[in-house]
């Protein structure tokens, strides 16, 4: 071991009684890079986090990509625009489905809504697996009426409960004795919650044919294609090739687009929190000098002995390096140990709630990646070895007879 490793080891675990304030200044610098690397952890993986869950919702919740007329007119012949569509590389589905503003009433209260009606076949999206009471189906029921699927807001508002029968009316205009509502009853069968008020305060799931005889629609007649490619990762390229290939007067929609809104408040905290986080890292490391700077005066003279028997400038300097290095690491490992117990007790007994209405989820969701906790270590690492060269820099240039002198 070389004798500057064994020296800056034997500073660092020194645990002599004169050296009890140093000893207090070196713990208080180790915690200050422990809850600065810990806090820029922790700040990380709750906006990955934030991100993968509101993702997976909008994601599982809304078709990839869209294709409309350009005025929201009816699509004329649904079948061969559907044929075509899925011919394109990477697309996995392609359904026609019928969407139109309706009142919805039941028992309890009226209230107004979208209406989404898809093929028996099955609907392209993941909604079912949003469904918390009641069942995802959509088929005739016993009662003789189909099945139809709202949001737990929604269904709050209505007063509806499972196994309701549920009315739906459309109307084009003003209600006259000439201008009467077309309506449809449904059986509620399921009630989903995505803990995003938009999907769920507004929005019903049904079969299309009911939907179509509500807005007089032909059987060939459709109010939008929805689209699911193969990979999520390829969302955008797929958008682009069909956007490229269907002209006028089709208009092609990314799922990035229609939700622009949340995608764009997530990608700002994503920017943003790190950012402010991380000036407690740059801090800590700071803190660092006075602290390496308290080291070097407390032990002037033994710099001074050093260099009396033959130690470089050099080797003094690489001791206190040193020492402040092990002050970055302790730190650092405690602040890794910290963020991890904070992901365990998050995950298991969720310590952070949150207001689902603001932030689309009921508690703070928490996912480290590897990536960060190399980055937050390497720039932690790499800021603390640069403050703490200046006081090492500062005890190599001592002058070891000033110093043996000193006080004589």
């Not at 034997?10 to 009890?20: A, G, I, L, N």
């Not at 092609?252 to 949340?262: A, K, M």
């Amino acid at each position: 071991m070389k004798f500057t490793w064994y020296i800056a080891g034997k500073y660092f675990w020194s645990k002599k009684r004169e050296s009890r304030f140093l000893s207090f200044i070196k713990i208080m610098a180790i915690g200050g890079v422990a809850i600065g690397s810990a806090g820029l952890l922790i700040a990380l993986s709750i906006v990955h986090g934030f991100k993968s869950t509101i993702n997976e919702k909008i994601v599982g919740f809304a078709p990839h990509v869209t294709v409309n007329t350009f005025m929201n007119d009816p699509l004329l012949r649904a079948d061969t625009l559907q044929t075509y569509l899925a011919d394109f590389e990477g697309v996995e589905e392609v359904q026609p489905v019928v969407l139109g503003q309706v009142m919805i009433q039941s028992a309890g209260d009226v209230s107004g809504m979208l209406i989404k009606g898809v093929p028996e076949s099955g609907d392209v999206t993941q909604l079912r697996d949003y469904v918390v009471q009641g069942t995802y189906d959509l088929s005739l029921q016993q009662s003789g009426l189909p099945g139809i699927i709202i949001g737990q807001d929604l269904a709050r508002t209505i007063d509806a409960e499972i196994g309701d029968k549920i009315t739906v009316f459309a109307l084009e205009g003003l209600p006259t004795p000439f201008n009467t509502p077309e309506i449809e009853q449904f059986t509620l069968t399921g009630i989903y919650q995505t803990g995003i008020d938009r999907f769920d305060d507004n929005f019903a799931l049904t079969t299309s044919q009911p939907v179509r005889d509500l807005f007089g629609y032909n059987p060939q007649y459709a109010s939008s294609m929805e689209i699911n490619v193969t990979d999520e990762d390829q969302i955008v390229p797929v958008y682009s090739r069909i956007r490229d290939a269907t002209q006028f007067p089709y208009v092609t929609e990314s799922i990035y687009q229609r939700y622009r809104n949340i995608f764009a408040w997530i990608d700002l905290q994503e920017e943003t929190i790190p950012l402010v986080i991380s000036v407690m890292v740059i801090v800590a490391a700071f803190n660092l000098i006075g602290t390496v700077l308290m080291m070097v005066l407390e032990r002037v003279k033994d710099i001074g002995i050093l260099k009396t028997i033959g130690a470089k400038s050099r080797a003094v300097r690489q001791i206190f390096l040193l020492e402040g290095i092990f002050v970055a690491i302790s730190g650092l490992v405690t602040g890794i140990v910290i963020s991890l117990l904070f992901y365990w007790l998050q995950v298991t007994y969720q310590i952070i709630p949150l207001s689902e209405e603001n932030y689309y989820m009921s508690y703070a969701p928490v996912e480290p990646h590897l990536l960060d906790f190399i980055i937050v270590g390497v720039v932690t690492l790499l800021l603390c070895a640069l403050a703490s060269w200046l006081p090492a820099r500062i005890a190599a240039q001592t002058d070891p007879v000033k110093v043996l002198t000193f006080g004589k």
